[in-house]
C-alpha cells in the first residue's frame, strides 16, 4: 500500500471519501484546474454527478485500471487533493500519473511529497517499468513537480492537448523508468544516513 509519513497531510483511498467532499474541492479549485483536470471539473459539475464520478472512480480502482490516492490535511481533516494513476499498459509495463492541490495548498512541496509516495506504489506495488507525466507547456509547476521526483524530459508534443478555450496546446511528456527510480532512490538513502 501507500508508504507515506507527514505531519501535514495523509494519502488516503477511495472508500473514506465524501462525495459532498470532493465537490467542495473541485468547487473551490474550477478555474485553477480547468487547464490540468478538464474532465473531472465537467464531471463533477454538481454534488449529484460527483456522486457518479466517484462510483465510477471506484469502479476503475476495482477493475485495476487506475488509481486515486487523495491528500488530507491532518489538522483540519480537509480534503486539498489528488494524485491518480491511470493509462495502465501492464504489456510495456507503464503508467501516468496526474495530480492536483488545492490552490490555497500550493507551493508547500506537497504534492512532490505525494508523488514520491505514489511512485512507490507504482514500482513496488504494480511492477511498473516506467512512469510518466504529460503537462501542458505552460504548466511550469507541474514540470517542477517531474522534475522534483526524478524525471527526465522526454520531449515536446506539439499540438497534442485542447486546452478549455479550444486551443491546441504543446505538451511536455516526462518520463522515470524504475532503473532511474531505485537508482535515486538508493542515492537519497545514503544521503540521509
Ligand atoms: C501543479 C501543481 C500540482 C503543483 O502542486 P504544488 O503542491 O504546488 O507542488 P510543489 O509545491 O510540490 O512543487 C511545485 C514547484 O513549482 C514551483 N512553481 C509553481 N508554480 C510555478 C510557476 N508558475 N512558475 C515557476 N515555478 C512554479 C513551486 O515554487 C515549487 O518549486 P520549489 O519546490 O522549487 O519551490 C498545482 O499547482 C496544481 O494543482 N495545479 C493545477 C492542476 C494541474 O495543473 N495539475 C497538473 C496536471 S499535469
Redesign the pocket.
Known amino acids: 500500500m501507500i508508504n507515506h509519513k507527514s505531519d501535514i497531510f495523509s494519502i488516503q483511498t477511495i472508500e473514506t471519501i465524501q462525495s459532498d467532499d470532493f465537490f467542495n474541492l473541485i468547487e473551490k ?1 474550477r478555474s ?2 480547468a ?3 478538464p474532465y473531472t471539473i465537467l464531471k463533477c459539475a454538481t454534488p449529484e454527478s460527483t456522486k457518479d464520478y466517484l462510483k465510477e472512480s471506484a469502479k476503475t480502482i476495482a477493475d485495476k485500471k487506475g488509481y486515486f490516492f487523495y491528500l488530507r490535511n491532518k489538522k483540519t481533516e480537509a480534503l486539498i ?1 489528488l494524485v491518480n494513476i491511470k493509462n495502465i499498459n501492464k504489456e510495456i509495463p507503464l503508467c501516468e500519473l ?6 490555497e ?11 514520491d509516495a505514489v511512485l512507490h506504489f507504482c514500482f513496488e506495488e504494480l511492477q511498473m517499468n516506467k512512469v510518466f ?4 507547456k505552460v ?7 517531474a522534475l ?1 521526483n526524478g524525471f527526465l524530459q522526454e520531449g515536446i508534443l506539439r499540438n497534442e492537448f485542447k486546452n478549455p478555450k479550444g486551443e491546441l496546446n504543446d505538451v511536455v511528456y516526462f518520463g522515470l523508468l524504475r532503473s532511474d527510480y531505485y537508482k535515486n532512490t538508493t542515492v537519497k538513502r545514503n544521503k540521509e544516513k
Do not use: E, P, W
Open positions: 479549485n485553477h484546474l487547464l490540468g483536470f487533493g496526474g495530480y492536483f492541490i488545492d490552490r495548498y500550493q507551493g508547500k512541496g506537497i504534492t512532490s511529497m505525494a508523488v507525466i504529460c503537462t501542458d504548466n511550469i509547476g507541474s514540470q517542477k513537480v522534483k
